[in-house]
């Protein structure tokens, strides 16, 4: 069984797809950038503020789950230029405890808006 989780407080998919799946008790979470979910605009601000907006997403599409970044189990950071790997670690340390999710970063020659950034998640409930 699976059930599809919305979040008003995260943008709308732009494209056939589910901001998250609920299957069992993990949630798989759609990639997100740094949209508002207001606006459906790339915020401005370069990578400090699209990471932090992308992870602002996240948490709001979690919370749809009963689900925090403490549950978050792995996480795939997809960069346009690996040259942010710095300044994006940082933020997502703001938002991360020990232990930390299993994470993989990439870079990538292109994102859906001309983003700098797109953060995808899984995360798993106790229940």
Known sequence: MKRSLESKQ???AIG???QAIESGTTVFCSGQIGLDPHSGALVSGGIE???RRALANIRAVLAEAGLGFAEVVKTTI???DLGDFEIVNRI???H??????AR???QVAALPRRAKIEIEVTAVSAA
Not at 96 to 101: D, G, R
């Open 10 to 12: 995260a943008p709308a």
């Open 16 to 18: 056939p797809y589910s």
């Open 49 to 51: 503020a699209e990471t």
């Open 78 to 80: 997809f960069l346009a």
């Open 92 to 94: 997502y340390g703001e």
């Open 96 to 101: 991360f405890e020990a232990p930390y999710p």
């Open 104 to 106: 993989s970063t990439v």
